[in-house]
């Protein structure tokens, strides 16, 4: 098992665990979905940008039920993709702190940026994304627990800093 497919197993059970399921259906997320073949990922990139835009603007207290499937979707998504490996660093579980229902979107968000932006995406500029939506939700206060890296990251974005500090922690 790689690094990376390990680190986002561990990342999907603590989301599992954070997210109380309900039975409700998704009509957005496809059902017994098989990813096997390059053109079955493609298949399914606008479903990932959709949501990442859900996620983002969906209260953390809203749909637990449908959050929790679209997490799956994302996470089951990104961690087979051929595509876009998602770097999950040290410093990202720094910014999102006690936060691990912000993962989810923060990986939908980096590879939604490779999707959105198939000739001039870099992994810079889909950490920026990412942490720029996990920002933009954490910033509504909504069941999130107050972390100083992310009030300091939100403070480097207002001083138009976020772009050296991405460059200099996120390497």
Do not use: C
Not at 33 to 61: G, H, R
Not at 104 to 110: K, R
Not at 140 to 152: A, L, N, Q, V, Y
Request: hydrophobic letters at 40%.
């Amino acid at each position: 098992m790689t690094k990376m497919n390990l680190a986002l197993l561990t990342s999907a059970l603590a989301i599992m665990n954070f997210v109380t399921l309900h039975a409700q259906t998704n009509p957005d997320i496809p059902q017994n979905v098989e990813l096997k073949s390059k053109e079955d990922y493609a298949k399914y990139e606008t479903t990932i940008i959709k949501a990442a835009k859900w996620l983002e603007e969906t209260d953390l207290n809203k749909e637990p039920g449908k959050r929790q499937q679209v997490n799956s979707f994302v996470i089951q998504w990104i961690s087979g993709s051929p595509d876009i490996t998602v770097d999950l660093t040290e410093q990202l579980g720094k910014v999102y702190g006690k936060n691990p229902q912000l993962l989810a979107l923060y990986m939908a968000a980096y590879a939604g940026n490779f999707i959105e932006n198939k000739d001039s995406a870099t992994k810079f500029t889909a950490t920026k994304a990412g942490l720029i939506s996990i920002m933009n939700v954490y910033k509504k206060g909504i069941e999130i627990t107050k972390s100083k890296e992310m009030d300091k990251l939100i403070s480097l974005t207002s001083d138009n800093k976020l772009d050296d500090y991405i460059r200099n922690k996120f390497k």
